[in-house]
């Protein structure tokens, strides 16, 4: 099921972008600014089980900007999760292979998501009594920091492939492992993947 998932979202994430992307590219020589560079998909990481969106670069590819629609299974909750991330990625250097693979040693950023649904709030308001959170629920700011490899595809379509990892954690869960000392920081670290397609 997972396959079919990720194979469906890759082409429903791909061929449109790249379609533009050629379009573009044969008009102007240059990619317009709204036409994506990349096509993400992650693994878990705080943005869902499985999330997936456009990707942008910025800076001479140094920093990956990333817009996120993830999902979660509904397990013991009472509806499916539905998460949209923005996250920003630093990458400070690549060091080169071989002719076709770089590899990111160190990588690392912030990011904030959203969570849809009735059981989240935007505001303070609501059957949760004054006072119980300090923060809105259904807001999270995110830190992660891992490693990438790349490998240059000789292809007219797809330039780049790139698989990454890391751990990450995020602002409720930071703020409960500096009040309480029984919480270790792998008790707050969540380790993910995912791969991003550039075109």
């Given amino acids: ?28 020589q240059s990619r317009k600014w709204y036409v994506p560079d990349a096509a993400v998909i992650q693994y878990a990481g705080n943005m869902g089980m499985l999330s997936a969106g456009p990707g942008y670069d910025l800076a001479k590819k140094k920093i990956a900007l990333d817009l996120l629609f993830g999902y979660v299974p509904k397990f013991e909750a009472e509806e499916i999760g539905r998460i949209i991330s ?18 990111i040693p160190v990588q690392g950023g912030l990011g904030v998501s959203y969570h849809f649904g009735d059981q989240f709030s935007t505001s303070w308001e609501g059957p949760i009594p004054k006072g119980y959170y300090w923060w809105p629920t259904s807001w999270r700011v995110l830190g992660f920091a891992g490693a990438a490899i790349n490998r240059k595809i000789e292809d ?9 990892g890391g ?14 000392d029984r919480l270790t920081l792998w008790d707050i670290m969540s380790a993910s993947a995912g791969v991003r397609i550039s075109f």
Avoid: C, H
């Fill in 156 to 164: 007219s379509t797809v330039k780049n492939l790139e698989l990454y």
């Fill in 167 to 180: 751990l990450g954690t995020y602002d409720l869960v930071t703020t409960a492992w500096y009040r309480d």
């Fill in 1 to 28: 099921m997972y396959r079919s998932i990720i194979i469906l979202l890759t082409a429903v994430l791909v061929l449109p972008f790249t379609a533009l992307g050629q379009e573009a590219d044969s008009m102007s």
């Fill in 86 to 103: 923005l996250k920003a990625t630093y990458k400070p250097f690549r060091i080169a292979l071989n002719e076709k693979y770089t590899l």
